[in-house]
């Protein structure tokens, strides 16, 4: 196949962020991707996190996508999470959590 064919065939949206920079966002992509579960695992050079779903009355899920990030990637997105959340609960209200066990010590708490 061509190039030519290549770039008619992609569509998408482009994501606007500060600055000059432009970021493509593929349709299956922008169609986006639920998870009900995820786990954060880390090492000294890397975090990674695992998101999966989880159907409901199931002993097992599955991971749709696992993102890696270096350590001050992971301390910037936790940075805009938490600005987004409070955007947010100031908009919608307080998000209310439902009592969650205490994961076991040790470990990164990913799958092996």
Do not use: C
Not at 3 to 19: I, R
Not at 45 to 59: K, M, R, V
Request: net charge positive; no cysteine; charged share 25%.
């Amino acid at each position: 196949m061509s190039d030519k064919s290549n770039k008619e065939k992609v569509s998408g949206a482009t994501l606007k962020v500060p600055g000059n920079l432009k970021i493509h966002v593929d349709d299956d992509v922008a169609q986006g991707m639920y998870s009900n579960f995820q786990v954060i695992g880390n090492n000294e050079t890397e975090f990674i996190f695992d998101f999966a779903y989880l159907q409901p009355s199931q002993p097992r899920g599955k991971v749709r996508a696992r993102i890696i990030l270096s350590p001050k990637h992971a301390k910037s997105l936790l940075g805009m999470l938490t600005e987004r959340v409070r955007d947010y609960e100031g908009t919608y209200g307080t998000i209310s959590l439902p009592m969650r066990a205490v994961p076991p010590k040790g470990g990164s708490g990913l799958p092996n």
